[in-house]
Nanobody
Framework: QVQLVESGGGLVQPGGSLRLSCTASGSIFSTNVMGWYRQAPGKQRELVALISRIGITNYADSVKGRFTISRDNAKREMYLQMNSLKPEDTAVYYC???????????????WGQGTQVTVSS
């Protein structure tokens, strides 16, 4: 089985910073594209940032210049450094990974449970 475990969410004041982490574990052959998504109440889940195995990144316009996505392939970990946080960043943040399971033939998307990020005074 494959599991994604997230950490680092919490309450922070506007202008503050948080660092989210996501660790993939289980029977994994390879972990391909990974990304962070977020969902605010009453809104659809949206892409925050993506990162390929070799470090190519893509960011939503709303977070460019403020957020940085990174990964450590050896540790099967992914991170999201969030700086200059705004109230509109408040959402549940989800980790997603495209993974080929051991003995598998094709990749599937796996999701973490989500972690709450609240930006408020």
């Amino acid at each position: 089985q494959v599991q994604l475990v997230e950490s680092g969410g919490g309450l922070v004041q506007p202008g503050g910073s948080l660092r989210l982490s996501c660790t993939a574990s289980g029977s994994i052959f390879s972990t391909n594209v990974m990304g962070w998504y977020r969902q605010a109440p009453g809104k659809q889940r949206e892409l925050v940032a993506l990162i390929s195995r070799i470090g190519i990144t893509n960011y939503a316009d709303s977070v460019k210049g403020r957020f940085t996505i990174s990964r450590d392939n050896a540790k099967r970990e992914m991170y999201l450094q969030m700086n200059s946080l705004k109230p509109e960043d408040t959402a549940v943040y989800y980790c997603k990974a495209e993974i080929i399971k051991s003995g598998g033939y094709y990749p599937s998307d796996y999701w973490g449970q989500g972690t709450q990020v609240t930006v408020s005074s």
